[in-house]
């Protein structure tokens, strides 16, 4: 069988996980391949509302496995509140979820780090969550990460704390003038965690494989979104890791032979939280209705979302750069608040009309929105399961996204809930 991954194709927070549960009800695995608990995934299943920050929204389905892949940073006390919470709330998970054995792990030094970081940064701050995201990553390229396999072995685990501290207890005590970490601690922070990860811990990606060559299906749930990716995204506003398709094979150890859709998700409108480039960013009254009524408050830090109208240009640059096959437009029923909605279609920068997305960042900096006005629809949608029973505004206004993008729509969300949704040629 194959493979399908579902990512953002903005900056984060476009419904991945609202869509992922959507999609779950066809799928055996559902797989987190990239990031950690920087990522706030909200899945709403009548009265109740889960958030899920580590574990894959796909443990809301009865009976779906789910894996936490090699991509990931794991901070284990996160992990632990998260699953205890879920569990308390009735969802079997231990037995359902597995940790790869070669995650790497989110220490109270790389927290403290970013924090120090952030605050060095000033106004050039990136706006992290404030999670260890970033010098948790940092540690795994330099070779110098502590994984989830190495709390199994208590000298295996000091004598890389005691490597890995070396450079840190010197950063902290010349650069921040702050407290140094002792091995024994952070040792035994880590080892008090091994009973409850353990029976958890293993090969996910072998354990994928074998699934897709036992024909079971698959689904990968990115985390952050294209523009927030490492290498392609607004650096330096961006995250550390890979959100895009490549990143979804390397993050969860499968071949890209298994790799069949790739459903790329866009709210109807833009959000961004944090720092960076956002051309059609709103600071009017309609991007203040735009945040009440979509509720843009950060599932993971509760900040204010910024809010601004779809970006086109960079919605289609995302689109193409995953090879998306399908695409799924979110909170469409947020817009039924507004009474002319733009769609960003092109950019103007320093007085001069250029087409596609920028390369250059200070052009992204630069870039003046160009607009295409679409008439609103002022009604309610949140009731419409059929593309038929939209307005006609509303139709257009999909329409018109659906062919610029150049994919089809697989799922148009008109509301939180789990059934608010039009649902459309998923071949899962
Ligand atoms: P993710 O990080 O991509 O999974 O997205 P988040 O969960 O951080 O943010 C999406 C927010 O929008 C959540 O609060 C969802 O409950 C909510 N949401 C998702 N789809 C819809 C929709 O179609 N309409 C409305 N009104 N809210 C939605
Ligand atoms: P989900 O999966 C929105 C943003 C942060 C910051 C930048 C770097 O819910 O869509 P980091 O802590 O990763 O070093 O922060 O990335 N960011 C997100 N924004 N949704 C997310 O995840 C995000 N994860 C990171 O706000 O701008
Ligand atoms: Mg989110």
Redesign the pocket.
């Known amino acids: 069988m194959t493979a399908t991954v579902v990512l953002?194709l903005a900056w984060?927070?476009?419904?991945?996980?609202?869509v992922c549960d959507a999609l779950a009800s066809d799928v055996d695995y559902v797989s987190r391949y990239s990031g950690g608990n920087n990522?706030?995934?909200?899945v709403?299943v009548g009265e109740e509302?889960f958030k899920l920050h580590l574990v894959p929204s796909g443990i809301v389905r009865e009976g779906v496995v789910c894996t936490i892949g090699n991509g990931v940073v794991v901070n284990p006390e996160v992990l632990v509140e998260e699953v205890e919470a879920l569990e308390d709330r009735g969802l079997e998970v231990r037995d359902r979820l597995k940790v790869d054995g070669r995650a790497h792990l989110i220490m109270p030094y790389h927290i403290a780090l970013d924090s120090h970081r952030e605050i060095a940064l000033g106004d050039a701050r990136i706006g992290t969550t404030n999670r260890g995201i970033g010098p948790a990553y940092e540690d795994k390229v330099a070779r110098s990460g502590i994984r989830v396999q190495d709390i199994f072995d208590e000298g295996i685990l000091k004598s890389k704390l005691k490597a890995a501290l070396r450079e840190k207890n010197a950063i902290f005590e010349n650069v921040y003038g702050e407290k140094q970490y002792e091995v024994a601690d952070v040792a035994s922070w880590l080892l008090s965690f091994c009973e409850f990860i353990g029976p958890m811990v293993a090969d996910t990606g072998t354990l994928l494989r074998e699934a897709l060559d036992d024909r079971e299906r698959v689904l990968l749930e990115g985390g952050q979104a294209t523009l927030l990716d490492n290498d392609h995204g607004t650096y330096p506003f961006v995250t550390s890791s890979n959100p895009t398709v490549g990143g979804a094979v390397v993050g969860s150890g499968i071949s890209t032979r298994h790799l069949e859709y790739v459903v790329g998700?866009t709210k109807a409108y833009t959000t961004r939280v944090g720092d960076g480039p956002m051309p059609t960013e709103l600071f009017d009254e309609t991007g203040e209705t735009i945040r009440s009524v979509?509720?843009e408050y950060g599932?993971t830090t509760g900040r204010s979302r910024r809010v601004g109208w779809l970006d086109l240009p960079a919605v289609k640059w995302a689109a193409s750069l995953n090879g998306i096959t399908h695409v799924a437009i979110?909170?469409?029923?947020?817009l039924s608040a507004v009474d002319e909605i733009n769609i960003c279609i092109g950019y103007e920068i320093d007085g001069e009309r250029i087409e596609g997305y920028p390369m250059h960042q200070t052009d992204l900096h630069h870039a003046r929105p160009v607009y295409k006005s679409l008439p609103g629809w002022g009604e309610d949608i949140t009731w419409c399961r059929m593309r038929g029973d939209l307005p006609s505004a509303a139709q257009d206004f999909v329409g018109f996204v659906e062919a610029e993008v150049g994919a089809p729509l697989c799922m148009i969300?008109?509301?939180?809930e789990r059934d608010?949704?039009i649902v459309e040629r998923i071949g899962i």
């Not at 984060?12 to 609202?18: C, N, P």
């Open positions: 953002g984060g927070d476009e419904g991945k996980g609202r990522a706030g995934h909200t709403r509302e998700v979509g509720r599932t979110t909170l469409l029923d947020v969300s008109v509301g939180p608010q949704a």
